[in-house]
């Protein structure tokens, strides 16, 4: 049992906040994808309220602009992988093709741990003279987000984490099981399902700077 508690310890103290843009590919001189791309629109998938299961949404997603659509956080994490990965236009004018986002499919299930976010998401780069797609690739991510240490919760986390560790479960969260105390505050499965669908971009963003450092538009 001590030896889970550390364990369990190590995990909470893992920041919440967002890591920074990842630099996961460095262009060779030359490269034509250096500079050349601006930023489109992602278009699709649900709504964050629509994005968890319905009795979650429910009790935690009752605000108006939890109806905004979850694809708003493409541009947050594309924008950022872009331009520290020297892909972004000095100028939106600039830019030779853009790159856009159809999320075909995107769910996000609280748990007692974090997240787990499973999503389908087809990526296309238009040249933008022309407007012909010339790369299209269809990503799709199902992965569990482990939740960070937050003020005020470890001990509540703690303690959910371990009776979940013993019984050997990790079950998703129902309404039910989310109440004003610990540990399964509204507010904590906000941050998780936010961290859910952010995370996901973040990943397929790595995948996406790789994918575009070696592409090469056809003549």
């Avoid at 508690?5 to 103290?13: E, P, S």
């Avoid at 843009?21 to 709504?47: C, F």
């Avoid at 509204?186 to 070696?214: C, H, N, S, Y």
Wanted: net charge positive; proline share 6%; hydrophobic share 45%.
């Amino acid at each position: 049992m001590r030896s889970l508690i550390l364990a369990l310890c190590a995990l909470l103290i893992t920041p919440v906040t967002a890591h920074a843009a990842e630099r996961v590919v460095t262009l060779a001189p030359g490269n034509p994808m250096a500079g050349a791309i601006r930023l489109g629109q992602a278009t699709g998938g649900p709504s964050v309220h629509d994005v968890v299961p319905a009795d979650v949404a429910e009790k935690v997603f009752t605000s108006p602009s939890d109806r905004e659509p979850a694809n708003g956080w493409f541009n947050r994490t594309f924008s950022a992988a872009l331009k520290t990965n020297g892909f972004i236009a000095k100028k939106p004018e600039l830019a030779r093709y853009e790159l856009a986002a159809e999320v075909k499919s995107m769910k996000v299930t609280p748990l007692i741990t974090g997240s787990h976010h499973n999503s389908t998401v087809i990526y296309r780069l238009r040249d933008i003279a022309t407007g012909t797609i010339v790369w299209e690739q269809s990503q799709t991510m199902d992965f569990e987000v482990k939740r960070g240490m937050r003020f005020g919760a470890i001990g509540g986390a703690l303690g959910a984490a371990t009776g979940g560790a013993l019984a050997g479960q990790n079950p998703a969260l129902t309404a039910a099981m989310i109440t004003k105390q610990r540990p399964h505050r509204p507010f904590d499965v906000r941050i998780d399902t936010w961290e859910g669908i952010m995370r996901g971009f973040q990943q397929m963003a790595r995948k996406t700077m790789v994918e575009l450092a070696a592409f090469r538009a056809p003549n």
